[in-house]
Structures are given as structure tokens and as C-alpha cells.
């Protein structure tokens, strides 16, 4: 973590003030290019059949106004200036993919080794370029289908009756990087078909809290830092040989039976199965997110290396001056990179989940893993309890925040929980364990029962307390909060009640009208009757 700290604090740090952008933004957008200009690359796991193209697909998102801009043009100036240093006379194609539909954005991947990136200032509008959006609403198209598969960097072949920009390619690689803005990525992650087709998953999504720097703070960018980097990415880029082939991919590595991985892949798996579908794009966030991490950790392995102009392994010390310039990097990912690519995998995770209003949904996880590890807290199978022993939760799962009894046996709610005593018996199990109060009115026809059920905290670690006392009822907090916001079940005195009530209260413009003209208005004398003579 030593080398991730001096990134931020020598690199990302300086660019940020000097274009008063927040740290997190440069280091996103310094994964982006990296990630291009060392593809084609796969990253394996040692011991499995697992690998992951060392692709990226990010979208840094920050308000109008934030000099995102700025950002843009900082990155895209590199890319030129590495782009011109390795640049073939006999073969020098195209980097940068800017206003092109699908058909010819396969074409300049093709005539660069199968691999390109596409930078932009708005994401939208890639996407729309490519037929992906139409309007407001996701056009599942033929294109679409096929810019889901490139996320793999799976072939593409494309022939024609005509032969225009005909191409054939047994592998891709296609970086994607580009700004927007919070609202316009909450739209395209909230896009209804996005999440269930699995785009909205492919792209880590960043919002990072923008900088507000004084004038005083600002100055140019450290050059030192930018001409290091350009040096970095040319030493690793993979240049196309005279006849312009396609190049070999370099192949990284993680550590054999690396504890960082393995942990988190575990985790990532009892979440997984805690979850059971319960969102689409949450399920998919997190079931994409192990081979995010090794995508990412690829490109930070290698921005580690940055170090006064040069490239160091990690058999080197980090101290050392005596550092050979242009030592290759070596393809084994170190463990701190692994654990920096988890971090920031993690961070877009949670930061995607509360812009979509998925939140609770990681609470829940959160609740569940602490119960778990802790070993006075157990969950309890519903399939093994009796019907009284479910009561409890049944209760829970009731409509409304107050549980009226005698309303609840009119509505025959306990026929298979034990009548009156099952529920008593229900309301002080829930009474005891800190879940809610009892109260009880007396009147001549005997004594009725009410249990109120408590709120859901708003305090992060009240909630998680709260979680675990839900937890062997096998009730999830999301359950509880639905059901508690629903109306409760009213007994038929109170549902008289309630309409004599609505029947007062309800008077039309109209009927005042009338009543306030008949008091105000005189009555008229009655006139005698008329006597009828036969």
C-alpha cells in the first residue's frame, strides 16, 4: 500500500490541485489509459481455468462545472504523446475512437492490433453513437448485443456483399472511459432492461465528492510526474511488427493462493448467496466485481512502477536510486495492488448501489455478514419450527405498524398460529427480544391486546443491531420496512369508524355553497290554500 500512497499523494494529488479535480478522478482516469496501452493483456488466476481480459469499462461522474473537462484533455494530451512516441512509419493507425458507429469503430480496431479505446467527454453520447440508446429508453439492437460481448473481448467478424470495412478479428480489446454527469449516470444505470441485460454492470461508476479549490491552490501541472507516466506507457505498449500484425497478449498473474483474492472472492460468494437474486443489478455488481478486481489491479501493478522516469520490479526496493532505467514490469500483480483494486472496485460498488436507491440492499448483506461471524447469533430454519414457534415472525411480516388483535382474529390471521393465545403468547415473545411494546385496553367485553412495532434506525451501526434481532425470525430488514410502511388491519369497529369519519369530512365546494345560501336566505311565507268549490 506503501507504493498506492505515494501515487496518490505525488501523482494524483498534484494533477488534482493543479486542475482542481478530486484525486480519485485522475487515479480513475490513469487506469483508464493504462489499461489501453498495455492491451492486449489477460490477467489469470494460478491453479484455475480463470482468466480476465485486462479491460476497463469506467465512467467518471461529477457535476457541470467541476473542470471534468480539464480532466479529459490532461488524459487525451498523454495518449497523443505516447501515441507519437510509438509510432510506426510503415504502421500507425488510429488510437482514439471518436465520432463512429459500430461498424467503423470495427474497422479501426482492426487495422490496430484488435484493440482500441474510446475516451469521451460524455459517455451519452458513445453510447448513442453506437445505437446502444435511442431517445430516452435502451434500443436493444443487434449492436448492443455485440458491445456486451466486446466486455469479454470475445471476436467480431463483420462481411459484407460489398466488402466495405470488412474484418475479421479472433479477439478484442476495447477500453472505454468517460465523464458525465451524477444525474445522466443515475438515468443510465436506472434504465429499465440495463440492469437485467447486464450493461449496467460492465461499467464501474464513479462519483467522486468534486474539489472546490481556492485560486491560491492552483498552479501548473508537475511535469516531472506527467513526462514519468509517458514514459511508463510507452515502455509498455505492444507494438505491431512491419506487417502489422496482431501482437501476443501479455499474460499477469496474481500470487499462487493469494489471501487477498481469496478472501474477498469468498466474501463476494456468501454475499452472493445471501442476496438470491434479490436485485438484478446488485447480483450482478457484485458477481462482476471479481474479475473487476483483477482488471484493475492489472492496471495499477503497473502504475506502481512509476519512479523518476524509470520502471522498477517488485524484486526491487522502493527506496532505491540505483533503479535501472526500462526494466520490464513484471507480470506478477503484487498483493497491494490486488488490495487497491478491491477498495476502489468496492467504493464504485457502494457509490452505484446509493445512486440507484439500492442502499438497503447492502445494508442487508452488511447485517447478515456480522451476524453470521458472530457466533452468539444464530439463524434459526423456518421449516424446522412449529407453527407457534413461527408466530413471531408472522407477526413481523403483518401489514402496518400496529397490530390490533382483536382486528387480526376478525380477519382469521391466527387460525394456524394458535388463535388469541398463539398471538399473545407472538406479542411478548417480540416484546422480550427488544422488537416492539404491548399494549393493553380494558373494556366490558374483556381486555384487547396491541402490539406496536418499533422504527427502523437511521444510525448505520442501530440498524445493524436491529438487523440481528430480525435475523432469527428470519425476517430481512428490507421485509420489515416494506410491510411496516403497508396499512394496518383495521376491525370492523374501527373501519366503521373511520367511514362515519371520512363521510363528516367530506363536503364539496358545491354542498357549502348551498348550505351557507339556505341559512343566509329568508324563508318565504307560506301562501294559504285555496278552497276548491263543487
Given at each position: 500500500?506503501?507504493?498506492?500512497f505515494?501515487?496518490?499523494?505525488?501523482?494524483?494529488?498534484?494533477?488534482?490541485e493543479a486542475?482542481?479535480?478530486?484525486?480519485?478522478?485522475?487515479?480513475?482516469?490513469l487506469?483508464?489509459i493504462?489499461?489501453?496501452?498495455?492491451?492486449?493483456?489477460?490477467?489469470?488466476?494460478?491453479?484455475?481455468?480463470?482468466?480476465?481480459?485486462?479491460?476497463?469499462?469506467?465512467?467518471?461522474?461529477?457535476?457541470?462545472?467541476?473542470?471534468?473537462?480539464?480532466?479529459y484533455?490532461y488524459?487525451?494530451?498523454i495518449?497523443?504523446r505516447?501515441?507519437?512516441?510509438?509510432?510506426?512509419?510503415?504502421?500507425?493507425?488510429?488510437?482514439?475512437?471518436?465520432?463512429?458507429t459500430?461498424?467503423?469503430?470495427?474497422?479501426?480496431m482492426?487495422?490496430?492490433?484488435?484493440?482500441?479505446?474510446?475516451?469521451?467527454?460524455?459517455?451519452?453520447?458513445?453510447?448513442?453513437?453506437?445505437?446502444?440508446?435511442?431517445?430516452?429508453?435502451?434500443?436493444?439492437?443487434?449492436?448492443?448485443?455485440?458491445?456486451?460481448?466486446?466486455?469479454?473481448?470475445?471476436?467480431?467478424?463483420?462481411?459484407?456483399v460489398?466488402?466495405?470495412?470488412?474484418?475479421?478479428?479472433?479477439s478484442?480489446?476495447?477500453?472505454?472511459?468517460?465523464?458525465?454527469?451524477?444525474?445522466?449516470a443515475?438515468?443510465?444505470?436506472e434504465?429499465?432492461?440495463?440492469?437485467e441485460?447486464?450493461?449496467?454492470q460492465r461499467?464501474?461508476?464513479?462519483f467522486?465528492?468534486?474539489?472546490y479549490?481556492?485560486?491560491?491552490?492552483?498552479?501548473?501541472?508537475?511535469?516531472?510526474?506527467?513526462?514519468?507516466?509517458?514514459?511508463?506507457?510507452?515502455?509498455?505498449?505492444?507494438?505491431?511488427?512491419?506487417?502489422?500484425?496482431?501482437?501476443?497478449?501479455?499474460?499477469?498473474t496474481?500470487?499462487?493462493?493469494?489471501?487477498?483474492?481469496?478472501?474477498?472472492?469468498?466474501?463476494?460468494?456468501?454475499?452472493?448467496?445471501?442476496?438470491?437474486?434479490m436485485?438484478?443489478?446488485?447480483s450482478?455488481?457484485?458477481?462482476?466485481?471479481?474479475?473487476?478486481?483483477?482488471?484493475?489491479s492489472?492496471?495499477?501493478?503497473?502504475?506502481?512502477?512509476?519512479?523518476?522516469?524509470?520502471?522498477v520490479?517488485?524484486?526491487?526496493?522502493?527506496?532505491?536510486d540505483d533503479?535501472?532505467?526500462?526494466?520490464?514490469?513484471?507480470?506478477?500483480?503484487?498483493?497491494?495492488?490486488?488490495?487497491?483494486?478491491?477498495?476502489?472496485?468496492?467504493?464504485?460498488?457502494?457509490q452505484?448501489?446509493?445512486?440507484?436507491?439500492?442502499?438497503?440492499?447492502?445494508?442487508?448483506?452488511?447485517?447478515?455478514?456480522?451476524?453470521?461471524?458472530?457466533?452468539?447469533?444464530?439463524?434459526?430454519?423456518?421449516?424446522?419450527?412449529?407453527?407457534s414457534?413461527?408466530?413471531?415472525?408472522?407477526?413481523?411480516?403483518?401489514?402496518g405498524?400496529?397490530?390490533?388483535?382483536?382486528?387480526?382474529?376478525y380477519?382469521?390471521?391466527?387460525?394456524?398460529?394458535?388463535?388469541?393465545?398463539?398471538?399473545?403468547?407472538?406479542?411478548?415473545?417480540?416484546?422480550a427480544?427488544?422488537?416492539?411494546?404491548?399494549e393493553?385496553?380494558?373494556?366490558?367485553?374483556?381486555?384487547?391486546?396491541?402490539?406496536?412495532k418499533p422504527?427502523?434506525?437511521?444510525n448505520?451501526?442501530?440498524?445493524?443491531?436491529f438487523?440481528?434481532?430480525?435475523?432469527?425470525?428470519?425476517?430481512?430488514?428490507?421485509?420489515?420496512?416494506?410491510?411496516?410502511?403497508?396499512d394496518?388491519i383495521?376491525?370492523?369497529?374501527?373501519?366503521?369508524?373511520?367511514k362515519r369519519?371520512?363521510?363528516?369530512?367530506?363536503?364539496?365546494?358545491?354542498?357549502?355553497?348551498?348550505?351557507?345560501?339556505?341559512?343566509?336566505?329568508?324563508t318565504?311565507a307560506?301562501s294559504?290554500?285555496?278552497?276548491?268549490?263543487?
Open positions: 500500500m506503501r507504493k498506492c505515494k501515487l496518490k499523494q505525488q501523482g494524483c494529488f498534484q494533477v488534482g486542475l482542481c479535480i478530486p484525486p480519485e478522478s485522475v487515479l480513475a482516469g487506469v483508464i493504462t489499461s489501453y496501452t498495455m492491451s492486449p493483456a489477460v490477467v489469470q488466476v494460478p491453479g484455475t481455468e480463470w482468466s480476465e481480459r485486462a479491460l476497463v469499462w469506467l465512467s467518471i461522474n461529477m457535476p457541470t462545472g467541476s473542470t471534468k473537462s480539464a480532466l484533455h488524459l487525451q494530451s495518449i497523443c505516447v501515441r507519437k512516441q510509438c509510432q510506426n512509419s510503415l504502421c500507425n493507425p488510429l488510437w482514439l475512437v471518436g465520432d463512429a459500430c461498424e467503423k469503430m470495427g474497422d479501426l482492426s487495422s490496430n492490433g484488435n484493440r482500441l479505446l474510446g475516451l469521451y467527454d460524455e459517455l451519452s453520447t458513445f453510447l448513442s453513437q453506437l445505437n446502444l440508446y435511442r431517445g430516452k429508453g435502451l434500443n436493444l439492437s443487434h449492436e448492443l448485443a455485440l458491445f456486451l460481448q466486446l466486455y469479454n473481448g470475445n471476436s467480431w467478424t463483420r462481411n459484407t460489398t466488402g466495405d470495412a470488412n474484418f475479421s478479428m479472433e478484442t480489446s476495447l477500453t472505454v472511459g468517460g465523464f458525465s454527469q451524477p444525474s445522466v443515475r438515468a443510465l444505470i434504465q429499465p432492461g440495463s440492469a441485460i447486464g450493461l449496467a461499467i464501474l461508476w464513479l467522486p465528492q468534486p474539489a479549490s481556492r485560486f491560491d491552490t492552483l498552479k501548473a501541472v508537475d511535469h516531472q510526474f506527467t513526462n514519468n507516466l509517458v514514459k511508463l506507457l510507452q515502455n509498455i505498449w505492444i507494438p505491431m511488427n512491419s506487417k502489422c500484425k496482431v501482437p501476443e497478449p501479455r499474460i499477469f496474481i500470487k499462487e493462493n493469494s489471501h487477498t483474492f481469496v478472501n474477498y472472492f469468498d466474501q463476494i460468494q456468501e454475499q452472493l448467496e445471501t442476496l438470491a437474486s436485485d438484478d443489478l446488485i450482478g455488481m457484485l458477481s462482476k466485481s471479481k474479475g473487476q478486481v483483477l482488471r484493475i492489472a492496471a495499477l501493478h503497473v502504475l506502481f512502477h512509476i519512479k523518476n522516469g524509470s520502471i520490479t517488485d524484486d526491487n526496493d522502493d527506496d532505491s533503479v535501472q532505467s526500462g526494466t520490464p514490469v513484471s507480470t506478477e500483480i503484487s498483493e497491494h495492488a490486488v488490495a487497491a483494486a478491491i477498495n476502489f472496485v468496492e467504493l464504485c460498488c457502494q452505484t448501489a446509493f445512486m440507484a436507491g439500492r442502499g438497503y440492499i447492502l445494508e442487508e448483506v452488511q447485517i447478515v455478514n456480522a451476524s453470521l461471524n458472530e457466533s452468539s447469533t444464530s439463524v434459526i430454519n423456518q421449516d424446522t419450527k412449529t407453527q414457534e413461527n408466530a413471531p415472525g408472522y407477526c413481523l411480516k403483518l401489514p405498524k400496529r397490530l390490533n388483535l382483536t382486528a387480526l382474529l380477519a382469521k390471521k391466527f387460525r394456524t398460529y394458535g388463535y388469541k393465545s398463539g398471538a399473545i403468547d407472538a406479542f411478548k415473545t417480540l416484546e427480544a427488544g422488537l416492539g411494546t404491548i393493553e385496553h380494558k373494556s366490558k367485553s374483556g381486555v384487547n391486546y396491541i402490539y406496536i422504527d427502523v434506525p437511521n448505520m451501526d442501530d440498524k445493524l443491531e438487523g440481528k434481532k430480525l435475523l432469527p425470525y428470519n425476517v430481512s430488514l428490507l421485509e420489515y420496512s416494506d410491510y411496516l410502511k403497508k394496518e383495521l376491525s370492523p369497529k374501527e373501519k366503521a369508524g373511520s369519519k371520512i363521510t363528516k369530512e367530506i363536503t364539496t365546494p358545491a354542498k357549502k355553497i348551498q348550505q351557507i345560501e339556505r341559512a343566509t336566505t329568508p318565504k307560506k294559504p290554500r285555496k278552497l276548491i268549490s263543487i
